[in-house]
């Protein structure tokens, strides 16, 4: 997306740089991410103000490591170096990084040698600061123009600036919360240093977004994969606010949905919106390509390739549509794509971003592709949508194909639907719908023997899962309230024939992730 004061990060394949992007985002300045290896044409398209430099697991000192494009370094923009990213910086711009010995990994503490812009109603001369570092290396030489401002015990330049060039520079890294004045440094470099002004808002991305899909649109029709969850609802609004009855939504139930869901968003959308719907019934489809299919990965491909066919299969009967609009969002590109060989891996491939297949006839509209799950919530009521929409705990479009490992069928299906409703009625009883981020049921393909009623039984086991995050990147498992889960495993043993177990799902992200597949 165009913005008059953007800053890029330049993506050295760190783990934690989409906190980058969230930090200077809450600063109130808006923010892409670019892999190094794409980043000068990223550079060009979005003429930023300022440029971060972000960690990542290479050497600076082996000759095949990342380094920063020439342009970039040259374009005399304001820059913050951040571990991989500072060493980067003072390896090509003239000083000496070195390998290896004096790493540090956690908490560390910083001590301030001297002032710095970045410390604007924050930090004096003389104070010491916990930081979180994770780093081997260390820079043993500045770079000529380069002052120290702080030491820490493993980086004799825990912090280094060139205030002529603008150029700041740190071992640690500010963009976790484990670096408690992190954000505001973060905020002092996009504010004073690149001196942006802070204003950008979800009312200035509404109004930025519209315009963009106008133009990317022109007269063509657009199809809108609708799911209800937050984020096709989200787009279809936006899509609906730019180009009007050009647009149809979409809605395809392949049986993998939870219980009721097809009446319930088919109802409420219709109720709510005056934009054309088709609910597409393709049960058959779906069970029939899923039959056999265990690996996740597969299951995965499968579902987002059969998505893409009864997108099209629709817009051939409304006489052809040249966009297919979908709500993904950016940890739905993060997390699926992997840098060519870059150090990032693929960790599932989302069924509609990895799992898209090949040759698609449509062109994409992906509007949120650059937001956050809470800024796509904030977004949504900008737009005035319901809070039983903006509310709504995320659902993954492979649905219950990926909560059932092993192979999934309509009697799985089933089974599973019906434990998942209990679970969720009751989450919403005890009133700790809003207090979770996402729950659901999990069918595993173990059976356990129990006893009910004198007699044997031989079932399935099935597992809860309840999480709290902000935006789905990492997650922490939600506590019950003591009397909570034996409640819901009594009830779901008892009413749910097929499951004589349950289990609860205490694993965070990392190292888990929120679905089992
Ligand atoms: N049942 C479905 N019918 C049509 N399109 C779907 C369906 N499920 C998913 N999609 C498409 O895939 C996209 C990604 O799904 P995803 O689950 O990430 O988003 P969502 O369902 O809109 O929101 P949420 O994450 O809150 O569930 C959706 O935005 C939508 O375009
Ligand atoms: O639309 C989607 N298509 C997918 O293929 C997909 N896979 C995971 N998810 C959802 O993304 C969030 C993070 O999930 P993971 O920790 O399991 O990767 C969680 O909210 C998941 O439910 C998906 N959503
Ligand atoms: N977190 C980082 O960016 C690490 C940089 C480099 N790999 C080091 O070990 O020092
Ligand atoms: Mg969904």
Same mark, same amino acid.
């Given at each position: 997306m165009e913005h008059p004061d953007s800053i890029l990060i330049v993506d050295f394949g760190s783990q934690v740089t989409q906190l980058i992007a969230r930090r200077i985002r809450e600063a109130g300045v808006y923010s892409e991410i670019a892999p190094f290896q794409s980043a000068a044409e990223a550079f060009t398209r979005m003429a930023p103000k300022g440029i971060v430099l972000s960690g990542g697991?290479?050497? #600076? #000192?082996?000759?095949d490591s990342p380094r920063i494009p020439q342009e970039i370094l040259d374009s005399g923009l304001p820059m913050l170096g951040i571990c991989y990213g500072q060493q980067a910086l003072t390896r090509q711009l003239g000083g000496q990084v070195e390998k290896g010995a004096g790493g540090e990994f956690g908490e560390a503490f910083i001590d301030i040698g001297a002032p710095c812009a970045l410390f604007d109603g924050l930090w004096t001369q003389g104070e010491r600061h916990q930081v979180w570092m994770s780093h081997g290396d260390h820079v043993a030489e500045l770079a000529p123009g380069f002052r120290p401002v702080a030491t820490s015990k493993g980086a004799p330049f825990a912090i280094i600036a060139d205030d002529a060039r603008r150029i700041y520079a740190m071992q640690f890294h500010p963009e976790v919360v484990h670096t408690p004045d992190g954000a505001k440094l973060i905020a002092n470099f996009a504010r004073h240093v690149c001196g942006l002004t802070g204003d950008w808002s979800m009312a200035e991305f509404r109004a930025a977004k519209i315009a963009e899909i106008r133009q990317q649109v022109g007269s063509a029709k657009v199809i809108c994969g609708l799911s209800g969850g937050v984020d096709s609802s989200v787009a279809a609004l936006l899509i609906h606010e730019a180009i009007g009855d050009q647009l149809t939504c979409v809605f395809v139930d392949g049986g993998i949905l939870r219980q009721g869901e097809a009446e319930q968003v088919v109802g409420l959308f219709r109720g709510h919106y005056n934009i054309p719907l088709i609910h597409v019934e393709a049960q058959t489809l779906f069970m029939n390509g899923l039959a056999g299919v265990t690996d996740p990965e597969a299951k995965r491909k499968f579902i987002g390739k059969t998505f893409i066919d009864v997108f099209e299969a629709e817009a051939k009967k409304i006489g052809g549509a040249e966009f297919l609009a979908q709500g993904t969002l950016y940890p739905d590109v993060i997390e699926s794509v992997s840098f060519t060989g870059g150090p990032s891996v693929t960790i599932k491939s989302h069924h509609n971003v990895g799992g898209l297949p090949e040759r698609m006839n449509m062109k994409l509209v992906e509007p949120l592709r650059e937001l956050f799950k809470d800024e796509v919530r904030a977004l949504g009521r900008e737009l005035g949508l319901p809070d039983v929409f903006v509310g709504r705990h995320p659902f993954p479009g492979p649905g219950l194909a990926i909560r059932i490992p092993g192979e999934v069928t309509k009697e799985r299906c089933d089974i599973l639907r019906k434990a998942d409703a209990i679970y969720l009625e009751e989450i919403r009883n005890a009133g700790l719908y809003d207090a979770i981020w996402q729950a659901f049921a999990v069918l595993l393909p173990v059976r356990t023997v129990g006893v009910m009623g004198d007699a044997r039984t031989y079932d399935s086991v099935l597992a809860l899962r309840a999480v709290t995050s902000v935006d789905g990147m990492t997650a922490q498992a939600f506590s019950f309230p003591g009397d909570f889960l034996p409640r819901v495993a009594t009830r779901i043993i008892n009413e749910v024939k097929g499951v004589n177990r349950v289990v609860y799902d205490y694993t965070s992200k990392p190292p888990g992730t929120i679905e089992w597949e």
């Open positions: 697991p290479a050497s #600076v #000192v082996d000759e």
